[in-house]
């Protein structure tokens, strides 16, 4: 069984920086891709950044030139800067971690972009 934990989220003004963590313990074989998504209220959960096991990363065309994805496989986690944060980034956050044929999902982390 594989546990993620998330850190890092918060209020921040708009412009403003943030970076999440999520954590990945218990039986991990091999890690395979690693992504963020999120969800605005009343809204679906999309799709914000991946990661692969070789570092090659995608993002959502919202996000892309603010948002850097990044992976420290010796500490199995998975990271989101985010930068020039904007009301509209205000979201739960979630990380996803794919692993052997499966996939688990953070707890989530809430991000809020307010003045």
């Known amino acids: 069984q594989v546990q993620l934990v998330e850190s890092g989220g918060g209020l921040v003004q708009p412009g403003g920086s943030l970076k999440l963590s999520c954590a990945a313990s218990?039986?991990?074989?091999?890690?395979?891709?690693m992504a963020w998504y999120r969800q605005a209220p009343g809204k679906e959960r999309d799709l914000v950044a991946t990661?692969?096991?070789?570092?090659?990363?995608q993002y959502a065309g919202s996000v892309a030139g603010r948002f850097t994805i990044s992976r420290d496989n010796a500490k199995n986690t998975v990271y989101l800067q985010m930068n020039s944060l904007k009301p509209e980034d205000t979201a739960v956050y979630y990380c996803?971690?794919?692993?052997?044929?499966?996939?688990?999902w953070g707890q989530g982390t809430q991000v809020t972009v307010s003045s």
């Open positions: 218990g039986s991990i074989f091999r890690i395979n891709t």
């Open positions: 990661i692969t096991s070789d570092s090659m990363t």
């Open positions: 996803r971690v794919y692993y052997t044929s499966t996939s688990v």
